[in-house]
């Protein structure tokens, strides 16, 4: 090497570890120096760091801390922060406490403000039952909040009616083994009947017999109406059906505990017992809270119909 140019070997100390010695040319590790700048970076960072342990709280003791020379306090300045955004709601719920319900929407600063705080008040309270967004649960039999199938109506008025005072749903059994006045075979005819009212049945004969009860002695049709769509879209004998019964339609594909055949069956065998609990009479949620949540419930998307 050195016939042929400067050795650079001797530039630059080795770390003595070599290996592969064949003919006099070793492979060596060299002990390259870090870069100058690289080197004052992390100086400076150590003196930044002894500076702040100095300033700032920065040491855990046994039942305390370092306080620091500044005297800072993050908790102080967090809490004067929270007190800085309480403020400031403060004038915008008022105007919310003072705004119809419909209203809300044409000011989109407060309809804004509303939805991200009742998004928030359902993720905590409404969503471990009805699911995140108001998707809904079959196998709880929580209603879907998302679409225009509602029990009770989806207007506004009706929603925070809903949230305030509750509802509870009740299905009776009909088969005689759960305490209802019929056989197993006439439940399967009321089951054929309702796959029938969406187009399901492959039993006419049964589903037949099933109608003729379902709107005779079972008396089926004087919460769900004529032709099974429900209470609010239905009519019993020609007249309205009281719209808090809030009983299902049944002619959609739209279930609260599923509309496969055997869920079906064993819902008018055994019954169903459906509880919405009264957060504004229990106390649980404030009236603004239950304002809130109602905007982002029927912001949801469902609801939007005439007369749902």
Same mark, same amino acid.
């Given at each position: 090497?050195?016939?042929?140019?400067?050795?650079?070997?001797?530039?630059?100390?080795?770390?003595?570890?070599?290996?592969?010695?064949?003919?006099?040319?070793?492979?060596?590790?060299?002990?390259?120096?870090?870069?100058?700048?690289?080197?004052?970076?992390?100086?400076?960072?150590?003196?930044?760091?002894?500076?702040?342990?100095?300033?700032?709280?920065?040491?855990? !003791?046994?039942?305390?801390?370092?306080?620091?020379?500044?005297?800072?306090?993050?908790?102080?300045?967090?809490?004067?922060?929270?007190?800085?955004?309480?403020?400031?709601?403060?004038?915008?719920?008022?105007? !919310?406490?003072? !705004?119809?319900?419909?209203?809300?929407?044409?000011?989109?600063?407060?309809?804004?403000?509303?939805?991200?705080?009742?998004?928030?008040?359902?993720?905590?309270?409404?969503?471990?039952?009805?699911?995140?967004?108001?998707?809904?649960?079959?196998?709880?039999?929580?209603?879907?909040?998302?679409?225009?199938?509602? !029990?009770?109506?989806?207007?506004?008025?009706?929603?925070?009616?809903?949230?305030?005072?509750?509802?509870?749903?009740?299905?009776?059994?009909?088969?005689?083994?759960?305490?209802?006045?019929?056989?197993?075979?006439?439940?399967?005819?009321?089951?054929?009947?309702?796959?029938?009212?969406?187009?399901?049945?492959?039993?006419?004969?049964?589903?037949?017999?099933?109608?003729?009860?379902?709107?005779?002695?079972?008396?089926?049709?004087?919460?769900?109406?004529?032709?099974?769509?429900?209470?609010?879209?239905?009519?019993?004998?020609?007249?309205?059906?009281?719209?808090?019964?809030?009983?299902?339609?049944?002619?959609?594909?739209?279930?609260?505990?599923?509309?496969?055949?055997?869920?079906?069956?064993?819902?008018?065998?055994?019954?169903?017992?459906?509880?919405?609990?009264?957060?504004?009479?229990?106390?649980?949620?404030?009236?603004?809270?239950?304002?809130?949540?109602?905007?982002?419930?029927?912001?949801?998307?469902?609801?939007?119909?005439?007369?749902?």
């Amino acid at each position: 090497m050195a016939e042929h140019g400067h050795d650079h070997s001797h530039d630059v100390s080795t770390t003595g570890h070599t290996w592969d010695d064949e003919d006099g040319f070793p492979l060596q590790e060299y002990n390259n120096p870090l870069p100058t700048w690289w080197l004052y970076t992390f100086y400076a960072t150590i003196v930044y760091a002894v500076i702040y342990w100095f300033l700032y709280p920065a040491w855990p !003791l046994v039942n305390s801390f370092t306080k620091g020379m500044l005297g800072a306090n993050m908790y102080q300045e967090l809490a004067a922060e929270e007190a800085a955004a309480k403020e400031k709601r403060k004038g915008i719920e008022a105007k !919310l406490a003072n !705004l119809p319900l419909e209203d809300i929407a044409k000011d989109n600063q407060l309809w804004q403000f509303a939805m991200s705080s009742g998004k928030a008040i359902f993720g905590d309270n409404c969503a471990p039952c009805h699911g995140a967004g108001g998707v809904g649960s079959q196998a709880g039999g929580y209603p879907i909040l998302v679409d225009d199938d509602w !029990l009770y109506g989806g207007t506004m008025a009706t929603i925070q009616e809903t949230i305030t005072h509750g509802r509870a749903g009740m299905m009776p059994a009909h088969d005689k083994a759960n305490g209802g006045a019929f056989t197993s075979s006439q439940v399967a005819e009321l089951t054929e009947y309702v796959l029938d009212l969406s187009k399901r049945s492959s039993n006419k004969e049964a589903a037949q017999k099933g109608k003729a009860l379902f709107n005779g002695e079972a008396g089926c049709n004087n919460c769900h109406g004529d032709n099974g769509k429900g209470s609010l879209l239905d009519t019993a004998g020609g007249q309205k059906i009281e719209p808090s019964i809030g009983a299902p339609n049944l002619a959609d594909a739209i279930w609260l505990y599923g509309g496969d055949p055997a869920t079906i069956q064993a819902t008018i065998a055994k019954g169903r017992n459906g509880h919405m609990p009264a957060w504004g009479d229990s106390g649980r949620l404030s009236a603004m809270d239950i304002k809130m949540v109602t905007v982002y419930v029927h912001g949801l998307g469902g609801g939007k119909k005439a007369g749902k």
